[in-house]
């Protein structure tokens, strides 16, 4: 028989539609001959559902409708079940839809992106591509990976961080520690969002304040970063485990404005989105060599400090007058699974959905010479226990 993957995507995020992008052209590219594929929709509303009608994109134009054609199924949080199940199952019917040999995760953002669909994962115990609970968390929030790096000697733009309660709680203070350790102008963003959603430049007081309050919309976590000017934006793909790994040609992105948006990133100036491949991009980008080299490298430092798994993006900056270089951010799921660069390094689509399926089952094989709990029972001993009552 052949191994079923099942590909979640959707999911409860500002980034639903991306994933439902992202998710279609994966699904596309796997080798049928070798593989089977359950699709998982996870709603806005967060219901799953998997049928035939989810691998086409035109079909989410009318989501009732897509669902209506569709089982509501559900995964029990016992480790070692990898069955998906009907939530409405008939009269005397089986209610198990299929079962799930690997999972590739194709969810951006909150909801998916940040560990919390990870740990249920772990818990079932099932193989999956892609970082792990802690890696996911580290990743996603703009905070602490920026604390890990600067631990481990990745170079990062001045920032200040805080919580929406303190912003209102030392408004006058935080602006001040802005103000002296960074100075205008700044970018303000959420600190566990991406696709640029909330994202805003402050060259003054009061768009500071305006944009902090436009961000904290979207996140409880806030950071202020310092804003390079004439800065060039470049992307590094990065593939494998964190103890082996390896990167993609670099991309630069083509922005409308100083911030590279969400338009930019998956509208591409055509008529509906297709994805990251869609935006306009120079592959390879046209860097020196001594530059290109750098890059990938602090990329492959991203995701070996921060312990990922699967394929990630990362993103720098280049200051265009120092030639200073910044890690700026890391996508452990990016958008469109970073398959247009990994393309131009000379892997198909298809094949890098192959390599996914064999981390997931690597990281399994592996996880299971650990040992996770002990035979002796303490409660079998005898007499009492400390903390607890004696009898």
Not at 90 to 117: A, C, Q, R, W, Y
Not at 359 to 386: C, H, P, W
Request: hydrophobic share 35%; glycine share 8%; charged share 25%.
């Amino acid at each position: 028989m052949k191994t079923n993957i099942g590909v979640f995507f959707g999911g409860r995020s500002t980034e639903h539609e991306i994933s439902v992008i992202s998710a279609s052209q994966a699904m596309h590219a796997i080798d049928r001959d070798k593989y089977d594929v359950t699709p998982i929709y996870i709603t806005k509303d967060g219901k799953w559902y998997t049928g035939e009608a989810l691998f086409e994109v035109k079909n989410y134009r009318h989501i009732p409708e897509l669902v209506a054609q569709c089982e509501e199924v559900y995964m029990r949080p016992i480790y070692g079940d990898y069955n998906l199940y009907k939530v409405k199952k008939g009269f005397l019917g089986k209610d198990v839809m299929t079962k799930i040999d690997v999972v590739i995760p194709v969810l951006h953002g909150s909801n998916g992106e940040d560990g919390i669909f990870e740990g249920v994962l772990e818990t079932i115990g099932i193989p999956y591509a892609g970082c792990n609970t802690v890696s996911s968390a580290n990743g996603m929030d703009k905070i602490t990976m920026k604390m890990i790096l600067q631990a481990n000697d990745v170079p990062v733009v001045d920032y200040v961080w805080f919580t929406d309660k303190q912003w209102y709680a030392k408004k006058e203070e935080l602006i001040a520690k802005i103000e002296g350790k960074i100075g205008y102008p700044v970018i303000v963003k959420p600190a566990n969002l991406g696709s640029s959603v909330g994202i805003g430049r402050a060259d003054d007081r009061e768009e500071l304040i305006a944009k902090v309050e436009e961000a904290e919309k979207y996140s409880t976590r806030l950071i202020v970063e310092d804003l390079v000017e004439n800065l060039q934006e470049i992307n590094c793909s990065v593939l494998g485990d964190c103890d082996e790994y390896q990167m993609s040609v670099l991309e630069e992105p083509i922005k409308s404005g100083e911030i590279l948006s969400y338009q930019d990133k998956y509208m591409g100036g055509t008529k509906g989105a297709k994805g990251m491949q869609a935006s306009q991009k120079r592959i390879p980008a046209e860097l020196p060599e001594e530059e290109t080299k750098r890059i990938q490298y602090l990329a492959g430092e991203t995701f070996r400090v921060l312990s990922c798994h699967g394929v990630s993006r990362v993103d720098v900056i280049v200051d265009a007058k120092t030639r200073a270089i910044y890690v700026n951010e890391i996508n452990t799921i990016p958008g469109s699974l970073s398959f247009y660069l990994w393309e131009a390094t000379g892997v198909s689509f298809k094949e890098l959905m192959d390599r996914l399926v064999k981390l997931a089952t690597k990281r399994k094989r592996e996880q299971a010479m650990k040992t996770v709990s002990y035979d002796q029972n303490i409660f079998s001993l005898g007499g009492g226990v400390k903390g607890g009552i004696k009898k």
